[in-house]
Nanobody, 113 residues
């Protein structure tokens, strides 16, 4: 069955970095776009970054220049490198696959001093 397993979240100080990983299984990973969404407390879930099957990328304006999405088809894994983190980046980050719009369980990112 389809599985998306996220890891890499945690507590980081403002200005710090984190790398999120999402390991995918149960579908042909290389054929589908993958995305990272985030949901802050009291807010709607929003797209942070997307990478197509051909590795073209799209970012929310709020993360452009700070976040980088990438994929490793040999490992069936998509990454989100987050640099220069701000308190407003605090959210649960969810991995999403273009295959059947499947969601991971989410990983908490907290940016605080």
């Amino acid at each position: 069955q389809v599985q998306l397993v996220e890891s890499g979240g945690g507590l980081v100080q403002p200005g710090g970095s984190l790398r999120l990983s999402c390991a995918a299984s149960g579908f042909t990973f290389s054929s589908y776009a993958m995305s990272w969404y985030r949901q802050a407390p009291g807010k709607e879930r929003e797209l942070a970054a997307r990478i197509s099957a051909f590795a073209s990328t799209k970012y929310a304006d709020s993360v452009k220049g700070r976040f980088t999405i990438s994929r490793d088809t040999a490992k069936n894994t998509v990454y989100l490198q987050m640099n220069s983190l701000k308190p407003e980046d605090t959210a649960v980050y969810y991995c999403n696959s273009g295959y059947e719009n499947f969601w991971g369980q989410g990983t908490q990112v907290t940016v605080s001093s």
